[in-house]
């Protein structure tokens, strides 16, 4: 018995290839579709205004390819920056290195005090010229706009060098600014730990000012501290650059510049202050 079994012709085949090449070109024309709704919902809705612009239709089309190649080359110059930080950053790397380590002593900073009455009046020279010159120089001069009448005639001619030693002669005296002082809980003589110094601000005293032979500190904490009582004597104070009264103090390195005025703090009459301290050394190595 002869079973007849259906036979494929050639153009069912081709049939059947032409439904499934169909199929496939449907899939990707609705991918393209979707991935164009996409693309025109993130040029109305970006925050990038070149993009956006690119797709308002109520712009001309001269307009829209200009803005579009603003965008380009914006994305391109972009495109170049980002590959430059990252070509210098695989380039030149960056290492951190963190160091901890345990002393048995820390070097003590050097502390500038300096009286701001800068002159005691029973020591400014009876010189109208010095009085007239140190007077204008003062903060009180400046703010209250006035000036002192001086004879002409009683006017004479100085020099820069006496001006320098008058002013010195004037300045505070070292005990009597600084009355007792403690270095870790002892009492020493004021004389035998600080020295007069030449500031911006004029002649000041600096404990601990000799970078080759600097004082430490074994402990953290009062008992290691440098201590002292001064007084200002606020009555017998002349003309000073500042009106203020008190006690201007700065910190520093054996080695550093001193300027007091723009680096140091003030300490008012009448209280009590204390300052504590934390050191931090900071390299850095720049290639």
Same mark, same amino acid.
């Given at each position: 018995?002869?079973?007849?079994?259906?036979?494929?012709?050639?153009?069912?085949?081709?049939?059947?290839?032409k439904?499934?090449?169909?199929?496939?070109?449907?899939d990707e024309r609705?991918?393209?579709?979707?991935?164009?709704?996409?693309f025109?919902q993130y040029?109305?809705?970006?925050?990038?205004?070149?993009?956006?612009?690119?797709s308002?239709p109520?712009?001309?089309?001269?307009?829209?390819?200009?803005?579009?190649?603003f965008?380009?080359?914006?994305?391109v110059?972009?495109?170049?920056?980002?590959?430059?930080l990252?070509?210098?950053?695989?380039?030149?790397?960056?290492?951190?290195?963190?160091?901890?380590?345990?002393?048995?002593?820390?070097?003590?900073?050097?502390?500038?005090?300096?009286?701001?009455?800068q002159?005691?009046?029973?020591?400014?020279p009876?010189?109208?010229?010095?009085?007239?010159v140190?007077?204008?120089k003062?903060?009180?001069?400046?703010?209250?706009?006035?000036?002192?009448?001086?004879?002409?005639?009683?006017?004479?001619?100085?020099?820069?060098?006496?001006?320098?030693?008058?002013?010195?002669?004037?300045a505070?005296?070292?005990?009597?600014?600084?009355?007792?002082?403690?270095?870790?809980?002892?009492?020493?003589?004021?004389?035998?730990?600080?020295?007069p110094?030449?500031?911006?601000?004029?002649?000041?005293f600096?404990?601990?000012?000799?970078?080759? =032979?600097?004082? !430490?500190?074994?402990? +953290?904490?009062?008992r *290691? %501290?440098?201590? #002292?009582?001064?007084?200002? =004597?606020?009555? !017998?104070?002349?003309f +000073?650059?500042?009106? *203020? %009264?008190?006690? #201007?103090?700065?910190i520093?390195?054996?080695?550093?510049?001193?300027?007091?005025q723009?680096?140091?703090?003030?300490i008012?009459?009448?209280v009590?202050?204390?300052?504590?301290?934390?050191r931090k050394?900071?390299?850095?190595?720049?290639?």
């Amino acid at each position: 018995m002869n079973s007849v079994c259906p036979k494929k012709t050639r153009d069912q085949d081709s049939g059947s290839s032409k439904v499934k090449l169909g199929g496939k070109e449907q899939d990707e024309r609705q991918f393209y579709k979707i991935f164009q709704d996409i693309f025109h919902q993130y040029q109305e809705t970006a925050s990038i205004h070149g993009i956006s612009k690119t797709s308002q239709p109520q712009l001309n089309t001269c307009r829209r390819f200009i803005w579009g190649v603003f965008v380009v080359v914006m994305s391109v110059m972009l495109a170049i920056t980002v590959t430059s930080l990252i070509t210098d950053m695989r380039e030149r790397h960056i290492k951190t290195v963190n160091k901890f380590a345990l002393h048995d002593e820390l070097p003590f900073p050097a502390v500038t005090i300096c009286n701001l009455n800068q002159f005691n009046i029973d020591r400014v020279p009876d010189n109208p010229m010095v009085r007239h010159v140190l007077f204008h120089k003062s903060e009180y001069a400046s703010l209250t706009g006035t000036s002192r009448e001086v004879s002409a005639v009683n006017l004479t001619d100085i020099s820069g060098e006496e001006l320098l030693r008058a002013t010195h002669y004037a300045a505070p005296r070292l005990d009597e600014l600084i009355w007792n002082c403690l270095w870790r809980s002892k009492v020493v003589d004021c004389k035998d730990i600080f020295q007069p110094v030449n500031t911006s601000y004029g002649k000041c005293f600096i404990f601990n000012g000799d970078k080759h =032979n600097v004082r !430490k500190s074994i402990k +953290s904490g009062p008992r *290691e %501290a440098l201590k #002292l009582r001064m007084d200002i =004597n606020n009555e !017998k104070a002349f003309f +000073s650059q500042y009106m *203020e %009264a008190g006690i #201007l103090f700065l910190i520093s390195e054996q080695d550093a510049l001193l300027a007091p005025q723009e680096d140091g703090l003030t300490i008012r009459p009448g209280v009590s202050a204390s300052v504590h301290l934390k050191r931090k050394d900071v390299s850095k190595i720049i290639i």
